[in-house]
Structures are given as C-alpha cells and as structure tokens.
C-alpha cells in the first residue's frame, strides 16, 4: 500500500514539476519538490529501499521529460542513497536537519546534472546551484513542518534494514 502511496506521489510531483513549478520559479530557479518527496521516502524507507525508489522515480521522470535518458534516474539513485543514510535522524529537529538534509541533496543533484550539461561556466552552475538548494530546502522545510503527527512517528520509529 505504501509502495501505490510513493508512486502516486511521485506521479502527482512530475506532473506539478512539469506544469505548475514555473510559476514557482524566481528568476528562472524553482524547487526540486522531488527532492523534497525523495526525502521524505529516504527517512522513512533507509538505503536500499530510497535508492531504489529514487531510481524508478528519476526513470520516470526521464521519461516523462526531455533530455538526456537516465540522468534523473541517476541522480535520483545517488540523492535517495544519501536520504538513506539519515534515516531517522531528524528524531530531536524536524525541521532543521531535513531542511539542511535536502539542501546539501540538492547541490548533489544540482553538480550531478551540470557534469552532463556541456558549456556553462562553473560560476554560473555554483550560483544556481546553491540558489536552488536553498529554494529547495526552505519549501521542503515548509512542507515538513505540516507533516501530521503520524508521519513524524513513521520517521522516528523507522530501523535500518541492513
């Protein structure tokens, strides 16, 4: 039930990713609300398991987009690896550590995705990258902090499987 849960979430994300966070966007940076639901699955899920579903959820966002194939699978792949090694971390900061969390994931995503993207200046891929990050992690430290009572008790109780 769970797994039908993440899905229609990352379905629900794509299509806002790709029709609505526009008019999110400030000077042509928008939230990665991916990263923001990946996050969330990698506190709750752990390693292999956020991998895993940062992968499938980076494939179809490769299909659903234009662009190089693959590249969000794997940059989703790296993102719910890192996810997963803070699983129920943010037991004492629940809006803190995710929000620090999910800015430093999305450097990573922001650096991964630049490696590909042939001709702009490192300059110009920090500044964004960083700008992003923290658009980012303040939206998902927004959504966090609206998380119920029983979802934070989902993240805390969670045990790494491996």
């Keep these: 039930m769970k797994y039908i849960f993440y899905a229609l979430s990352f379905i629900i994300v794509i299509l806002f990713e790709m029709t609505i966070s526009d008019l999110l966007s400030i000077r042509?940076?928008?939230p990665h609300f991916s990263i923001v639901v990946l996050a969330y699955v990698g506190l709750v899920e752990g390693r292999a398991r956020s991998t895993t579903i940062g992968f499938v959820f980076g494939l179809f966002q490769d299909l659903a987009g234009s662009g190089l194939i693959g590249l969000?699978?794997?940059?989703?792949?790296?993102?719910?690896?890192?996810?997963?090694?803070?699983?129920?971390?943010?037991?004492?900061?629940?809006?803190?550590?995710?929000?620090?969390?999910?800015?430093?994931?999305?450097?990573?995503?922001?650096?991964?995705?630049?490696?590909?993207?042939?001709?702009?200046?490192?300059?110009?891929?920090?500044?964004?990258?960083?700008?992003?990050?923290?658009?980012?992690?303040?939206?998902?430290?927004?959504?966090?902090?609206?998380?119920?009572?029983?979802?934070?008790?989902r993240i805390e109780m969670v045990e790494e499987p491996f």
């Excluded at 929000?99 to 990573?108: E, H, K, N, S, V």
């Excluded at 995705?113 to 700008?131: E, Q, S, Y």
């Design 72 to 153: 969000n699978a794997l940059t989703k792949s790296v993102i719910g690896f890192f996810f997963g090694q803070f699983v129920g971390l943010s037991r004492t900061h629940r809006i803190l550590v995710p929000g620090l969390i999910i800015f430093m994931a999305d450097l990573i995503h922001n650096f991964l995705v630049a490696l590909f993207v042939p001709n702009i200046p490192f300059g110009t891929v920090l500044i964004k990258a960083v700008l992003a990050g923290i658009y980012t992690s303040l939206v998902g430290m927004i959504i966090f902090a609206f998380l119920t009572e029983s979802a934070w008790r």
């Design 28 to 30: 042509g940076i928008s």
